[in-house]
């Protein structure tokens, strides 16, 4: 129960739709591809908080009393679910961190799944792609199973 309370409050209606589905088939994610520098996610960015993605301007200023290193976002809008989106201010105009040793560990794991359950999805020209897969080893199992019957 309470781990089904912890998913409304983080994920999205459509997050809930997705991870309900991928549990329902029996699938899982999959992160596949690379980056190609193209600094879209650092432009519209949803970031997570204490309780769940961030909706409201207030959220986002306590974030920053408590950890300041946020303080580099600016809200640049909304998404079309209601979550806030955020630039970032350490992005050159030619599309590079400026302190990339130094960035966050949001941006070094991006594209992290969560992304998928929040109804969110990659940034336009991302070189990534997040997958809904069955699991090699429901494969394997099929094939060890069968492999078994001859
Ligand atoms: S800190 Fe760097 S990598 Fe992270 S969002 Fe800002 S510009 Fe992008
Ligand atoms: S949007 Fe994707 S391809 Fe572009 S910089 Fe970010 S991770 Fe790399």
Redesign the pocket.
Known sequence: MTEFLRLLSTYSPLGLIRYFRIRLMGKELLVTG?????????RRINLEGARGWMRSKKEFADMVKDFPEYERFVVSGKDNQGFLQFSCTWLTEN?VCRHHKNRLVLCRE??DKSLHFCGGA??K????LICEVRPFRKYLDEFTGSEGKQ
């Open positions: 690379s980056c190609n520098c193209c600094g879209n996610c650092c599309g991006f594209p990659l940034p020209g991302c070189g990534y």
